[in-house]
């Protein structure tokens, strides 16, 4: 939208529809919040937001917010009851056991609907979503409990494996990627697992360009598709693996067939 000053210019207002842009793609966040609230049973209401964890915009993280329905199983839990005892019925909710199963499988629905860079970073479960006087959605608050969240919660929100329950990298290729990641990323190389997705650990497109070249550079012949089809670090590696071994099975065999060499004609001297 857009409007004319007195002056005579044009002054850009925004956009009226929902559509972002988070780190150089295009997202429509009615999209997602559709795909949200189809796939998971349990959802009342559900918000989609691009919220800043930073000044730096590459600190940017799409991220779901679900008000879970008065009749859902999962806000039978006892750790649940207490917090909205405590907190009240707006307060963001605690990653139990069932939540984070319930929360897992969402991703795994969202995966069969949406692009890779759609699919939200943080899920955060509310019993109610908080509204401000006017009833509309108080995005501002749901933004603000976003950047609060502290380490341990934002590895739970972000539905990461726990530390403790990380698996160690066991083929060569995943030890290869392994390092590749924790320098792209500027993680610590003992906080990623061989389960751990790039994307949920902050991977963009700039960023798996960044992997592709370093992994290039070593020889993996790793391309775009691989890093957002199977984001998963097993699953990128298994990946290589395969295009490996077509490439060898490939070479073998154009050995396998290739013409022998003709002996010369005898009457030459």
Request: hydrophobic share 40%; aromatic share 4%.
């Given at each position: 939208?857009?409007?004319?000053?007195?002056?005579?210019?044009?002054?850009?207002?925004?956009?009226?529809?929902?559509?972002?842009?988070?780190?150089?793609?295009?997202?429509?966040?009615?999209?997602?919040?559709?795909?949200?609230?189809?796939?998971?049973?349990?959802?009342?209401?559900?918000?989609?937001?691009?919220?800043?964890?930073?000044?730096?915009?590459?600190?940017?993280?799409?991220?779901?917010?679900?008000?879970?329905?008065?009749?859902?199983?999962?806000?039978?839990?006892?750790?649940?009851?207490?917090?909205?005892?405590?907190?009240?019925?707006?307060a963001l909710l605690s990653i139990t056991t069932d939540i984070r199963t319930n929360?897992?499988?969402?991703?795994?629905?969202?995966?069969?609907?949406?692009?890779?860079?759609?699919?939200?970073?943080?899920?955060?479960?509310?019993?109610?979503?908080?509204?401000?006087?006017?009833?509309?959605?108080?995005?501002?608050?749901?933004?603000?409990?976003?950047?609060?969240?502290?380490?341990?919660?934002?590895?739970?929100?972000?539905?990461?494996?726990?530390?403790?329950?990380?698996?160690?990298?066991?083929?060569?290729?995943?030890?290869?990627?392994?390092?590749?990641?924790?320098?792209?990323?500027?993680?610590?190389?003992?906080?990623?697992?061989?389960?751990?997705?790039?994307?949920?650990?902050?991977?963009?497109?700039?960023?798996?360009?960044?992997?592709?070249?370093?992994?290039?550079?070593?020889?993996?012949?790793?391309?775009?598709?691989?890093?957002?089809?199977?984001?998963?670090?097993?699953?990128?590696?298994?990946?290589?693996?395969?295009?490996?071994?077509?490439?060898?099975?490939?070479?073998?065999?154009?050995?396998?067939?290739?013409?022998?060499?003709?002996?010369?004609?005898?009457?030459?001297?």
């Open positions: 939208m857009a409007r004319y000053t007195t002056e005579g210019t044009v002054q850009y207002l925004g956009r009226k529809d929902t559509q972002v842009k988070l780190r150089g793609l295009r997202i429509e966040l009615n999209e997602v919040e559709h795909q949200l609230r189809t796939q998971c049973a349990e959802a009342d209401q559900v918000v989609a937001d691009v919220v800043s964890m930073s000044d730096d915009p590459k600190d940017s993280l799409l991220v779901a917010f679900i008000g879970l329905k008065d009749t859902s199983l999962l806000l039978k839990d006892t750790q649940v009851s207490q917090a909205l005892q405590i907190h009240g019925q707006s929360f897992v499988a969402l991703v795994e629905a969202l995966g069969q609907k949406l692009p890779r860079y759609m699919i939200p970073t943080l899920f955060m479960p509310f019993k109610q979503i908080p509204r401000v006087p006017s009833g509309k959605t108080d995005r501002a608050l749901l933004r603000k409990v976003t950047k609060e969240l502290d380490e341990v919660a934002f590895a739970l929100h972000s539905l990461a494996v726990a530390d403790r329950e990380k698996r160690e990298p066991s083929t060569p290729t995943e030890r290869e990627l392994h390092l590749l990641w924790a320098d792209v990323l500027g993680v610590a190389a003992d906080r990623i697992g061989a389960d751990d997705s790039f994307l949920q650990l902050g991977g963009d497109s700039v960023a798996a360009m960044r992997l592709i070249s370093a992994a290039r550079g070593r020889g993996l012949e790793l391309s775009v598709a691989m890093v957002f089809d199977t984001p998963q670090l097993s699953l990128m590696a298994a990946s290589l693996d395969k295009l490996a071994g077509h490439g060898e099975q490939a070479s073998a065999g154009d050995v396998g067939h290739a013409e022998p060499l003709s002996l010369l004609n005898s009457s030459i001297p």
